[in-house]
């Protein structure tokens, strides 16, 4: 099956920096998703992205996907202590009829000290 | 604030209890999922419903029976479980349901917390 290489495992930032986190894939996807977790609450979705190249902002956030459509990367700018979370990407495939599949990077834990 | 609903929140059960978790949306969406997520680790998807219908069964062990009784409800009934199935459980539903194009969303309720004692 299809595995989603996710980096940095976890970041330790001050308030204020810029943070990058990125997913590499050894297939393709037609969908890259970003989702940010709290603890106890289910994933947020943050970014969709649907062409390669596509670059995508949300606010203090930006994604891109990967123009070979095996990767793409998530920057934060100028952190607030609310980012604080985890960070899933998620590659998504129509894998025919009406049957999508989403796999998940194991994430990117993300702590912002004031 | 989701508009996925899911009840209850936290659930505690025995290994021979029967349980159920509940899951609600009215965004209209055909697809709806179950996920299982433990701690610190990324969903891993158990069933898809679409249109009503199951359509992806990921090798989930029987004890764990989902059940779809319209296109806003989704159920997952417990039964037998282990404490190795304690987890947050979490339904989604889907977006841009087309089947030509490769867009949509999931978007996730809360999830239910569910201990098995």
């Known amino acids: 099956g299809q595995q989603l290489n996710q980096s940095p495992q976890s970041m330790f930032i001050q308030e204020g920096e810029d943070v990058s986190m990125n997913c590499t894939s050894s297939?393709?996807?037609?969908?890259w998703l970003w989702y940010k977790q709290d603890p106890g609450e289910g994933p947020v979705l943050l970014i969709a992205?649907?062409?390669?190249?596509e670059l995508t902002s949300n606010g203090r956030l930006t994604a891109q996907f990967g123009i070979t459509r095996k990767d793409s990367f998530l920057n934060i700018s100028a952190s607030i202590p609310s980012d604080v979370g985890i960070y899933f990407c998620?590659?998504?495939?129509?894998?025919?009829?009406?049957?999508?599949?989403?796999?998940f990077g194991k994430g990117t834990l993300l702590t912002v000290n004031p | 604030d989701t508009e996925v609903t899911q009840t209850p929140k936290h659930l505690v059960m025995g290994m021979t209890n029967k349980k159920s978790l509940k899951c609600e949306q009215h965004?209209?969406?055909?697809?709806m999922y179950w996920y299982k997520q433990k701690a610190k680790k990324p969903p891993e998807l158990m069933f898809v419903?679409?249109?009503?219908?199951?359509?992806i069964n990921e090798s989930v062990p029987s004890r764990f029976s989902p059940e779809c009784p319209n296109s806003s409800l989704l159920n997952l009934h417990l039964h037998a479980l282990q404490p190795e199935d304690s987890a947050l459980y979490l339904c989604?539903?889907?977006?841009?349901?087309?089947?030509?194009?490769?867009?949509?969303?999931?978007?996730f309720g809360e999830g239910s917390r569910l201990t098995v004692l």
């Open positions: 989604a539903s889907r977006t841009g349901w087309a089947t030509n194009h490769h867009t949509g969303e999931l978007f």
């Open positions: 297939s393709i996807f037609n969908t």
């Open positions: 992205l649907y062409k390669a190249g």
């Open positions: 998620a590659g998504q495939l129509w894998s025919g009829g009406s049957n999508y599949k989403l796999t």
């Open positions: 965004m209209g969406h055909r697809a």
């Open positions: 419903y679409s249109y009503e219908k199951l359509s």
